[in-house]
């Protein structure tokens, strides 16, 4: 129902003050209802978990950690999604010590340097990564607390997650009171998160109570989860855009969190767990989109399903769920029938995939944010919103365009509850972009008529010719990325010897299979070429002049991708010539 009478719309929510309010709030109002649905073996059903039990579980860690002294202290948690995984997390940060989330898929050297870097003292790991976590331990000393959340280690320093529950269960039979009744100051680091960026080194931004909870409170003003929802957790919970905006905004207002078994799971898992909602990065969704037209060229339906879309789009008739269900009814089967929301985030999505998702009856908003805002900057709300944009900015956070140009554009800067207290130990890092209380968030943007903000791309990636216009790369990237015949490309500018300007370069990972299927298999690399050069100048027809891509590289492997799926860039939108 996407109408712009609900532009100045506001839910009614619940203020929290802390993440152990919101969670014994959310044990109070949804006491029996399921806050997990977790497969006990993988081709099993799913079991739910409720709120109540998710409290006890909460405090029976909490006080565990309290009764061996770890308040104040820093505990790491790896491994991949799973209940164990967000009980850890709270319990940690519910008695007022520090959390640190890692990537499972780092190597044990870059594990090992961020274990260093934090000062941690304990460590809860899964079985699945136990042999590189202790690998990464090694040459560590001070952390003597380690814990295995699943099954029973061969290494005799190793907790199990067993014992440790039952320990702090007794304990609190015993009247131990340490962790429930200590104070929570909101406004001190509670979370110490290593960001993924796609260039340069990680930085540990620290995080408060009132920063995630601020996040949450506010981001539920603009979407609300329909009861009895039921979320689909995809995205690794290290990060932070799946843990507040969905993991905790989802316990908050009382959904269901179903545990994803991987990636090439989701639509089965979707289906099992009767999911409403499912958050996302734009590769997770452009992976479905392009499943689904595949699908439907395959079949021959193609050309009725395009027809129907344009009608819906016509007619406002998406807006009828329960319709567009019937009319695309295998596209709904095949993700459950019950999906009411996908949620884009995490990096720059393709316009189009939001307007055919919108088309076939599935509602799909974006946001936007960082890691140093906990991480929700801007979001479109449920009933309204726009599929260009990023949506409006979030209620209680003030967003301006620092130094706009004559288009509006500038860097997006931003002020509000959820502004990160700094960068760990990296006062000139936290002095660059915080400023005056204002958060220098390095991406360039504008905004409309109507508040909706818009990212143009990131400052550091801009391409600057010689006439001094600017020219985005992202912007170039997504008409790229519809071209049947390139999977994966990078815009950038090379810097002429000769004429000292600069040309706009685009090097492309081919879509080989869908190239093989349509010229063959035995292509020359010039025939390659050629086909890619149709594909990039049919993007040039539709660009002003210094925007063209002049210069075409190809690539034979992939591009070198963050855990999020995010091409790791290099740093700078100009490069030297080769």
């Not at 129907?308 to 019937?326: P, V, W």
């Not at 958060?439 to 109507?450: A, I, K, S």
Request: one cysteine or more; hydrophobic letters at 40%; a negative charge.
């Amino acid at each position: 129902m996407n109408s712009k009478k609900y532009k100045d719309v506001l839910y009614e929510v619940r203020e929290i003050t802390d993440l152990r309010d919101m969670i014994r709030s959310s044990a109070e109002l949804f006491s029996d209802d399921p806050a997990f649905l977790v497969k006990e073996v993988p081709a099993g059903e799913y079991v739910p978990i409720t709120y109540r039990t998710l409290k006890s579980d909460i405090d029976c860690l909490g006080t565990y950690f309290a009764k061996v002294g770890m308040k104040g202290k820093k505990i790491a948690v790896i491994g991949e999604n799973s209940y164990q995984w967000v009980v850890a997390y709270l319990a940690a940060v519910n008695g007022m010590s520090i959390a640190v989330p890692l990537d499972k898929e780092l190597p044990s050297h870059e594990i090992h340097n961020l274990l260093v870097r934090a000062e941690v003292d304990a460590i809860l790991f899964s079985a699945k990564v136990e042999d590189k976590t202790l690998d990464a331990l090694e040459g560590i000393s001070g952390v003597d607390l380690r814990i295995r959340m699943n099954g029973v280690s061969i290494d005799s320093d190793v907790k199990s997650w067993e014992t440790v529950m039952e320990e702090g269960r007794n304990a609190l039979l015993e009247g131990c009171r340490q962790f429930m009744d200590v104070e929570i100051d909101p406004d001190v680091m509670c979370a110490l998160l290593f960001t993924s960026g796609t260039t340069g080194n990680s930085k540990g931004v620290m995080l408060s109570h009132r920063n995630i909870a601020a996040n949450v409170y506010n981001m539920s003003k603009y979407v609300k989860i329909r009861r009895p929802g039921v979320g689909l957790s995809v995205l690794p919970m290290h990060h932070t855009y799946e843990l507040t905006c969905h993991v905790f905004t989802g316990l908050y207002q009382g959904m269901s969190i179903a545990i994803c078994q991987g990636l090439r799971y989701v639509q089965q898992n979707l289906k099992e767990s009767k999911a409403t909602v499912m958050v996302g990065v734009p590769a997770v969704f452009e992976m479905m989109h392009k499943k689904v037209w595949k699908q439907a060229e395959s079949s021959g339906s193609a050309g009725k399903m395009t027809f129907m879309m344009n009608l819906a789009r016509k007619t406002h008739m998406f807006n009828n769920i329960k319709r567009m269900r019937k009319i695309f009814e295998p596209i709904h089967s095949a993700i459950g029938n019950h999906m009411e929301l996908f949620i884009a985030g995490g990096a720059a999505i393709n316009p189009q995939v939001i307007r055919d998702y919108e088309a076939l009856g599935i509602p799909m908003i974006q946001g936007y944010g960082m890691t140093e805002n906990a991480p929700i900057i801007a979001v479109n709300r449920d009933y309204y919103s726009k599929a260009e944009s990023v949506g409006p900015p979030m209620p209680g956070t003030e967003v301006r365009i620092f130094e706009p140009d004559e288009e509006g554009v500038g860097e997006i800067i931003c002020k509000g509850p959820s502004v990160m207290l700094g960068y760990y130990k990296d006062p000139e890092a936290t002095a660059e972009v915080l400023k005056d209380g204002w958060l220098y968030t390095g991406d360039f943007g504008r905004f409309d008529e109507d508040g909706f903000l818009y990212i143009c791309g990131r400052k550091k990636n801009v391409i600057v010719t010689k006439n001094g216009k600017n020219i985005f790369p992202e912007e170039i990237e997504y008409l790229l990325l519809e071209q049947p015949y390139i999977e994966e490309v990078i815009v950038y500018g090379v810097l002429e010897k000769k004429s000292g300007d600069t040309v706009v370069t685009a090097e492309v990972y081919p879509n080989f299979d869908a190239i093989h299927e349509k010229f063959g298999a035995d292509l020359s690399q010039e025939q390659i070429h050629d086909i890619i050069k149709e594909n990039v100048e049919t993007v040039n027809d539709k660009m002003t002049n210094y925007k063209r891509v002049k210069r075409i590289k190809l690539r034979d492997i992939e591009f070198e991708k963050t855990t999020t799926r995010k091409i790791r860039r290099v740093k700078g939108g100009v490069r030297a010539e080769e």
